[in-house]
């Protein structure tokens, strides 16, 4: 049990959300959005967030800050 709690904190570590494309930065539910930019919500950010959802900081991370993505 506790060797299965340190990979999975190992793993949480090394996967980072993706935070900005060439487009711009992302932004989540507290993030201003630069004005004429399309935004679409992160399909990689919102699986990290649930897969890590029972760890509650990576979802609160991916939800206030990196929810929406630039596309255009």
């Known amino acids: 049990m506790k060797k299965s ?3 999975l904190a190992a793993i949480a570590l ?7 494309r060439p487009n711009g930065r992302c932004v989540g539910l507290n993030g201003d959005p630069e004005p004429g930019v399309k935004y679409e919500y992160s399909v990689r950010n919102v699986i ?7 760890m509650v900081v990576p979802p ?3 939800v206030l ?8």
């Open 48 to 54: 990290l967030g649930l897969v890590f959802v029972e």
């Open 14 to 20: 090394l996967t980072a959300c993706e935070s900005q």
């Open 65 to 72: 800050k990196e929810l929406k993505c630039p596309v255009q």
């Open 60 to 62: 609160v991370i991916v």
């Open 5 to 7: 709690l340190t990979v």
